[in-house]
């Protein structure tokens, strides 16, 4: 294993759990990983190949993530390929029944639409796993649910005695339970590393989102882009993307745009000129989510409170991967938090509803929250922190002590004289003294 790991990847130890993981694979045991982003998971289904001389099959469910991986691994001497349908190789396919990869990525589309005689030449030939990737994408507790995955549990009658390796960067303690129940996994090997990144600071602001705060960040993602440092920045629609894209542009920042109605060309150009630092700074939606190797992010930023905790967690997740010091801001405004059915709208059923509610109210929480950042993020994931961080807006800030008994009692009479039917905005800006029309019209 050392020897592998060495020869092909240039490192000379191993990082915590993966020595262990790849023992458990070579040894024939079903594994369920759950790693941060940046602590290797991907070593982990890489080496046994080198190690076997067999083919290891990994499920992701990216193509542009595909089409990276293997240009690496290429780079380093190991055998790769993936199977997908803009493989301009038209003998892939044979080759891999043929077991001339060390590692074979393919689409879950992909793996469930191939016959069974692939399957059986393949393990004829030799396979040592099947790693599924992503594999939270399994569950409808998930915040990247997808129903393509739920069917690859079929592959498990045609690779007999492959152990199967399930690996994702956020999976809470119910994911975890769906995602082994649905991969039909035999006594998994189970590791869940620490969630918690100490060298990333955590903080929120809100925001208007007027002309003149997007001005602001303009002015802020600039002095990181003109030190060199890379800048993703999330927006939760498509508008909004094109507006903050639009504004770089115009101040002259360098910077790249991706969003799911853009072409698959032009997202994988994008996604590109991204990762070569050919762009300092991406806007993006999630659909900018997984497969972004690239260790040296400095600031994520998110536009707008994200639609689940989990997502919130991975996409903040993809700056400082290489242990440097880097930064998460998130800004909000209340209106956000009207968007629960927005994101409800393309649920399956009343499970897969509930899943996306959870989460989205656990994410809003997160906005408003005065005590450590850190220790609430762990404690969804079922961690604990035994002290405040020390590396976020909350345990950072100066706070001072005021008594704000006399404004609340107003407040809450307030909203209580109105039967509680207009929201807080208004209540508010009566007691501002506005003489807005909704306020005049309705004798406040």
Request: charged share 25%; glycine share 6%.
């Amino acid at each position: 294993m050392e020897a592998a790991l060495k020869g092909y990847f240039g490192y000379s130890s191993f990082r915590p759990y993966q020595r262990e993981i790849i023992q458990k694979v070579l040894d024939g045991r079903d594994c369920l990983v759950v790693m941060a982003t940046g602590s290797g998971k991907s070593i982990c289904y890489q080496i046994p190949p080198l190690v076997t001389k067999k083919t290891a099959v990994v499920v992701s469910p990216l193509l542009s993530l595909m089409q990276d991986q293997v240009m690496s691994l290429k780079q380093k001497g190991v055998k790769s390929e993936y199977l997908g349908s803009t493989q301009t190789n038209s003998s892939a396919s044979s080759e891999a029944e043929k077991g001339m990869f060390d590692v074979l990525y393919m689409t879950p589309e992909k793996a469930i639409s191939l016959p069974s005689r692939f399957w059986n030449n393949l393990q004829a030939a030799g396979i040592c796993l099947l790693a599924v990737d992503e594999a939270h994408c399994i569950s409808e507790w998930g915040h990247d649910f997808r129903m393509e995955y739920k069917e690859l549990h079929l592959l498990r009658d045609l690779l007999v005695g492959v152990p199967f390796v399930a690996l994702t960067a956020t999976a809470t303690e119910r994911v975890r339970r769906d995602i082994s129940t649905s991969l039909v996994l035999c006594n998994p090997h189970v590791v869940v590393g620490s969630f918690d990144r100490h060298n990333l600071f955590y903080g929120v602001k809100s925001c208007n989102r007027s002309i003149s705060f997007i001005n602001e960040l303009v002015k802020d993602v600039s002095k990181r882009s003109a030190v060199g440092e890379s800048t993703i920045l999330y927006c939760t629609t498509i508008r909004e993307t094109e507006q903050i894209h639009e504004a770089f542009v115009t101040a002259g920042i360098k910077s790249g745009m991706y969003h799911g109605k853009m072409g698959s060309r032009a997202r994988e150009e994008s996604h590109r000129s991204f990762i070569r630092d050919e762009v300092c700074v991406m806007v993006a939606t999630i659909a900018f989510g997984m497969g972004i190797d690239k260790p040296d992010i400095r600031c994520v930023i998110h536009y707008g409170c994200p639609k689940s905790l989990e997502s919130y967690y991975q996409e903040s997740g993809r700056c400082g991967r290489d242990g440097l010091s880097s930064v998460c801001w998130l800004y909000y405004q209340r209106s956000d938090f009207t968007k629960a059915d927005f994101y409800c709208a393309d649920a399956k059923n009343g499970t897969q509803r509930r899943a996306i509610m959870d989460s989205f109210m656990a994410a809003q929480k997160y906005c408003l929250l005065a005590t450590c950042r850190r220790r609430f993020l762990l404690q969804y994931f079922g961690e604990d922190l035994n002290s405040d961080c020390g590396n976020c807006d909350n345990c950072t800030a100066v706070k001072n002590v005021r008594d704000l008994s006399k404004e609340t009692f107003l407040l809450l009479s307030c909203i209580k004289s109105f039967g509680g039917r207009w929201g807080l905005n208004l209540p508010i800006d009566v007691l501002r003294g506005s003489r807005a029309k909704k306020i005049v019209d309705n004798n406040c």
